[in-house]
């Protein structure tokens, strides 16, 4: 016997519909209105909703479409209504039987049926349609997983789909649910990169402020520092893409405003001196960049990006060595003493990161390949000392830029890597 819940003016069923509902093998669990319906609806556990209503208004529409919405039932109206514009309404709300002038107690049984069967082929159709809607979105993840795979591993499409597949069947997954983790976590890796280069660029433009100001070869750094601008508000514009703007907005916003400043300092005086505002706008962009990094690392589902920003620090501390090396060759002997413990203090975090790189298992054969040379070269950074101070200058020139680009390179690397996105 199927539970019928009548939607009446009333707090009580007439006594000749409750008769009639009985004859026609329903059971009425009760009474309800417009305001209470869905969760009347709930409550009794209803299979049916019936409404006698000779002049429909568009509380009973707003209500059969909240209990579509929310718990959806068969549901039919017995109305005098033979208005086009409310049969409309009526399909809109998810009203499944629409009866104008036609309640008769023979023929109550077979309305409701009819709308029973009308509940139930629209659920089937829902579901197929759900079901084909999750199938089309999982092949795009599919494509799009494939694609980075293609790209990033240089594998062909049907190594990459394999590679899906068998990570999911390991995991007991879907495969366009290991391919949405693996958009994400490449998303989220690149995000993590191009938010370190921000820090790293910040100690950049003053290491190339200071070298032009220092005549140590001021086309060439002229040149990088164009690049180097260039190069951050291209990434500033990719973040912006890529993040959240209620997640990261403020964060992103911040680092935006310090960008504004630096570039609006850089636009000053080119002596030496000048450097000292220059590189307090670049020390706040460096902060800003810093905790919009570290954020990210954070709320990355994939630990193992970590490395990502492990290495991406490392391009910030050689330019930050280079930069401090820069202001101790123009300062005076007050302003020394500071410098060289700033100096220890980067060394000792640069080398620091060598190692936990080094014995990173996430390290692989290009990793170790760069990690050797980025050693030498830090090497040669730190015996320049005994040189004259011109080739001091020019060591730190290309030293610096020689970490820098073998670090972006292992980035990438760690950025790319399987070893980091499957995870």
């Known amino acids: 016997m199927k539970a019928v819940l009548v939607l009446c003016s009333g707090s009580d069923v007439p006594a000749g519909l409750l008769d009639d509902l009985k004859r026609a093998?329903?059971?009425?669990?009760?009474?309800?209105?417009?305001?209470?319906?869905?969760?009347?609806?709930?409550?009794?556990?209803?299979?049916?909703?019936?409404?006698?209503?000779?002049?429909?208004?568009?509380?009973?529409?707003a209500a059969a479409g909240l209990l579509a919405s929310t718990h959806p039932v068969a549901f039919t109206v017995f109305t005098d209504d033979i208005r086009?514009?409310?049969?409309?309404?009526?399909?809109?709300?998810?009203?499944?039987?629409?009866?104008?002038?036609?309640?008769?107690?023979?023929?109550?049984?077979?309305e409701l049926q009819m709308a029973q069967l009308r509940c139930a082929r629209e659920f089937q159709q829902r579901t197929a349609y759900g079901q084909l809607s999750q199938r089309l979105e999982e092949r795009k993840l599919v494509d799009?997983?494939?694609?980075?795979?293609?790209?990033?591993?240089?594998?062909?499409?049907?190594?990459?789909?394999?590679?899906?597949?068998?990570?999911?069947?390991?995991?007991?997954?879907?495969?366009?649910?290991?391919?949405?983790?693996?958009?994400?976590?490449?998303?989220?890796?690149?995000?993590?990169?191009?938010?370190?280069?921000?820090?790293?660029?910040?100690?950049?433009?003053v290491k190339l402020h200071l070298l032009a100001a220092l005549g140590v070869d001021p086309s060439g750094a002229a040149a990088l520092r164009q690049a180097s601008i260039g190069r951050?508000?291209?990434?500033?514009?990719?973040?912006?893409?890529?993040?959240?703007?209620?997640?990261?907005?403020?964060?992103?916003a911040t680092t935006t405003d310090a960008w504004t400043d630096l570039e609006h300092a850089l636009s000053g005086s080119a002596a030496p001196h000048g450097a000292q505002a220059i590189d307090a706008a670049a020390e706040t962009l460096l902060t800003a960049a810093e905790?919009?990094?570290?954020?990210?690392?954070?709320?990355?589902?994939?630990?193992?990006?970590?490395?990502?920003?492990?290495?991406?620090?490392?391009?910030?501390?050689?330019?930050?060595?280079?930069?401090?090396?820069?202001?101790?060759a123009v300062a005076d002997e007050q302003q020394r003493t500071g410098l060289v413990?700033?100096?220890?203090?980067?060394?000792?975090?640069?080398?620091?990161?060598?190692?936990?790189?080094?014995?990173?298992?996430?390290?692989?054969?290009?990793?170790?390949?760069i990690l050797k040379a980025a050693k030498s070269?830090?090497?040669?950074?730190?015996?320049?000392?005994?040189?004259?101070?011109?080739?001091?200058l020019v060591a730190i020139a290309q030293c610096s830029e020689e970490l820098l680009e073998q670090f972006d390179r292992m980035t990438e690397d760690y950025e790319h890597s399987l070893r980091v996105l499957v995870s």
């Not at 319906?37 to 429909?56: E, F, G, H, K, M």
């Not at 709300?93 to 009866?99: A, K, L, N, T």
């Not at 951050?232 to 992103?252: E, I, K, P, V």
């Not at 920003?309 to 330019?319: A, F, H, K, P, Y």
Request: charged share 20%; with cysteine; hydrophobic share 45%.
């Open 291 to 328: 905790q919009l990094t570290s954020a990210l690392e954070s709320a990355s589902p994939v630990a193992r990006t970590h490395v990502i920003n492990l290495s991406g620090r490392q391009r910030m501390l050689s330019q930050r060595y280079a930069k401090l090396a820069l202001l101790h």
């Open 84 to 110: 086009v514009e409310s049969m409309e309404h009526a399909l809109d709300s998810g009203i499944h039987s629409w009866v104008v002038r036609g309640y008769r107690p023979d023929r109550l049984r077979t």
């Open 144 to 205: 799009r997983a494939k694609g980075i795979l293609m790209n990033n591993q240089q594998m062909a499409e049907s190594e990459a789909f394999r590679l899906l597949r068998d990570a999911a069947m390991q995991g007991k997954e879907r495969v366009g649910q290991v391919a949405q983790r693996l958009i994400d976590a490449a998303g989220n890796a690149e995000a993590i990169n191009r938010a370190g280069q921000l820090r790293m660029l910040s100690q950049r433009l």
């Open 25 to 61: 093998g329903a059971h009425v669990v009760g009474a309800t209105s417009c305001e209470t319906l869905v969760q009347d609806s709930i409550r009794c556990n209803a299979d049916l909703v019936i409404a006698i209503a000779p002049a429909p208004h568009a509380k009973l529409f």
């Open 377 to 392: 070269t830090w090497s040669r950074l730190q015996d320049r000392e005994a040189a004259p101070l011109a080739e001091q």
């Open 232 to 252: 951050l508000t291209q990434n500033l514009d990719m973040l912006s893409g890529l993040l959240s703007s209620a997640t990261f907005g403020d964060l992103l």
């Open 341 to 369: 413990n700033e100096l220890w203090g980067v060394a000792g975090n640069f080398e620091q990161a060598l190692e936990e790189l080094r014995l990173s298992p996430l390290t692989g054969a290009l990793g170790r390949e």
